[in-house]
T-cell receptor, first 114, second 114 residues
Framework: AQSVTQLDSHVSVSEGTPVLLRCNYSSSYSPSLFWYVQHPNKGLQLLLKYTSAATLVKGINGFEAEFKKSETSFHLTKPSAHMSDAAEYFC????????????FGAGTRLFVKA | DTEVTQTPKHLVMGMTNKKSLKCEQHMGHRAMYWYKQKAKKPPELMFV???????INESVPSRFSPECPNSSLLNLHLHALQPEDSALYLC?????????????FGSGTRLTVV
């Protein structure tokens, strides 16, 4: 079975400080992993993805994530938070199971304080 | 063109009304999806089309009826909805169903059933 756990429902940081959003996954198949961001009343935007190439993945807006198979983790980081980063973030796993399966994490709300 | 366009952005409908949601993309993506998102929750998959054929129906009530007239267009026909169907309806597309492809999401239709 496949599952995604976002370890924090809420994260609060000050502007200019690092951001860490944690995601663990479980999968019987080789997964692709994604991070999406959703600003209020908007659709989701793809930040970055891992699909079995380089384990350190760089995305848009200064975000990056590292795939760690031994820890089954795919944590999202950013060196310096900006006010515009305040949003909901979703970690997503996709696997091919003969068909396909996409599993969303429950989401992490990021608050950025001035 | 790198967008998924959804119309209308907002819709209020009575329980006896018939309405349709529209989704359009011109990126040549061959997989298209309808998701339903309730407040403070991740998106829930409703339907998947691959090469204009319905691939997945996640046991959605028959009051929701999807249609894919061509490779660029996806509709969701609504009839006799219930107040609990009020939600943000998101359309997404990807190059194909395979796990390595991320989604491009539209901004959604905010549906209120009265």
């Amino acid at each position: 079975a496949q599952s995604v756990t976002q370890l924090d429902s809420h994260v609060s940081v000050s502007e200019g400080t690092p951001v860490l959003l944690r995601c663990n996954y479980s999968s019987s198949y080789s997964p692709s992993l994604f991070w999406y961001v959703q600003h209020p009343n908007k659709g989701l935007q793809l930040l970055l993805k891992y699909t079995s190439a380089a384990t350190l993945v760089k995305g848009i807006n200064g975000f990056e994530a590292e795939f760690k198979k031994s820890e089954t983790s795919f944590h999202l980081t950013k060196p310096s938070a900006h006010m515009s980063d305040a949003a909901e973030y979703f970690c997503v796993v996709r696997v091919n199971t003969g068909g396909f399966k996409t599993i969303f994490g429950a989401g992490t709300r990021l608050f950025v304080k001035a | 063109d790198t967008e998924v366009t959804q119309t209308p952005k907002h819709l209020v409908m009575g329980m006896t009304n018939k309405k349709s949601l529209k989704c359009e993309q011109h990126m040549g993506h061959r997989a298209m999806y309808w998701y339903k998102q309730k407040a403070k929750k991740p998106p829930e998959l409703m339907f998947v089309y691959s090469y204009e054929k319905l691939s997945i129906n996640e046991s959605v009530p028959s009051r929701f009826s999807p249609e894919c007239p061509n490779s660029s267009l996806l509709n969701l026909h609504l009839h006799a909805l219930q107040p609990e169907d009020s939600a943000l309806y998101l359309c997404a597309s990807s190059q194909a169903l395979d796990r390595e492809y991320g989604y491009t999401f539209g901004s959604g239709t905010r549906l209120t059933v009265v």
